[in-house]
Structures are given as structure tokens and as C-alpha cells.
């Protein structure tokens, strides 16, 4: 039997980051997270990219451009939707994930989800590194595990 896991091995590695704006306050400390996993796992500051988009509907057309120039070996999507008292919330964070999944299935380069979908400000504050951690810093360690796994089962998946 042969098992394939990746390790969280950053060095020699590039990445891709598409941070929201919308709710900068959140999304800023997002990023914050994932850029400090990404060095303490051996990435080099030179080897990472972030791309800036106006709200999360965006986020999934920009990762697609990332990935189709070949730089990246794994992608990380930051974003913050925050349920407001129209239905829009559920439009938004429900076609940003799913656009994201199809930027990873569609394109083969790992996507790490770091879209926080939350009922509250306070709820996205807490997953932005207070009580909840950081899902910036948790999309980003999973970003380096794919990106190596990816690379321990080869190319040949491809095929």
C-alpha cells in the first residue's frame, strides 16, 4: 500500500494569497496570520504574492488568474462576509466558495479556504486571531501541507 501526506515545508515554495478588502479590518489580520504561518514554515518573503480584490464575489476570478500563470505552487483565499439583515450574505459567501473550490478542482493548484462566514462582526473578530485563532494563519498551513502533498503524488495524476 502506498499513502501519500504532506508535510508543512514551506522553503523552496510559492504562494499565492487573494485578500478581500471588503472588511479590511477583519481581512488585514487574515492576512497578517497567513503571511506569518507561511515565513515560520520556511517560505521565503520574495516568494509570496497578494493580490488586493474590492469583496469576496471577486476573490475566485483573481485566483483563477494566479493559477493560470503557472507561478504558484499552492493559493490562499482570504475574505470576510459578515450576515447583515439582507439576503445577500447568503448570494456572496455561497458563490465565493463554491468559486473558490472550482478554482482548486478546475486547475489542480490547492486552494486554501480563508473565507470567514460569520453571523457577527464579533464572530469574525474572534476567527482573526483572538479567541478562534487566526484562519488566515490556518488556511496557510494548509496551503503548505497541499502544495507538498501535491508534490509527493507527482505529476503524473495529470494525465
Known amino acids: 500500500m502506498t499513502e501519500y501526506q504532506g508535510n508543512l515545508r514551506a522553503d523552496d515554495r510559492t504562494f499565492g494569497i487573494v485578500v478581500s478588502r471588503f472588511n479590511d479590518l477583519i481581512t488585514r489580520r487574515l492576512l497578517e496570520g497567513a503571511h506569518d504561518a507561511l515565513l515560520r514554515?520556511?517560505?521565503?518573503?520574495?516568494?509570496?504574492?497578494?493580490?488586493?480584490?474590492?469583496?469576496?464575489?471577486?476573490?475566485?476570478?483573481?485566483?483563477?488568474?494566479l493559477a493560470k500563470t503557472g507561478r504558484f505552487d499552492a493559493l490562499i483565499a482570504l475574505g470576510a462576509v459578515i450576515r447583515g439583515a439582507t439576503p445577500h450574505f447568503d448570494f456572496v459567501s455561497g458563490q465565493a466558495s463554491a468559486g473558490i473550490q472550482t478554482v482548486a478542482t478546475e486547475t489542480g493548484i490547492p486552494v486554501a479556504m480563508g473565507l470567514l462566514t460569520t453571523d457577527t462582526v464579533e464572530q469574525a473578530v474572534e476567527r482573526a486571531g483572538s479567541k478562534a485563532g487566526n484562519k488566515g494563519w490556518e488556511?496557510?498551513?494548509?496551503?503548505v501541507e497541499m502544495a507538498d502533498l501535491m508534490e509527493r503524488i507527482g505529476n503524473d495524476a495529470d494525465r
Not at 47 to 58: L, N, T
Not at 139 to 143: D, G, K
Open 41 to 65: 514554515h520556511g517560505a521565503a518573503d520574495e516568494d509570496i504574492e497578494v493580490a488586493w480584490v474590492p469583496g469576496a464575489w471577486e476573490i475566485p476570478v483573481a485566483l483563477r488568474r
Open 139 to 143: 488556511a496557510a498551513v494548509s496551503a
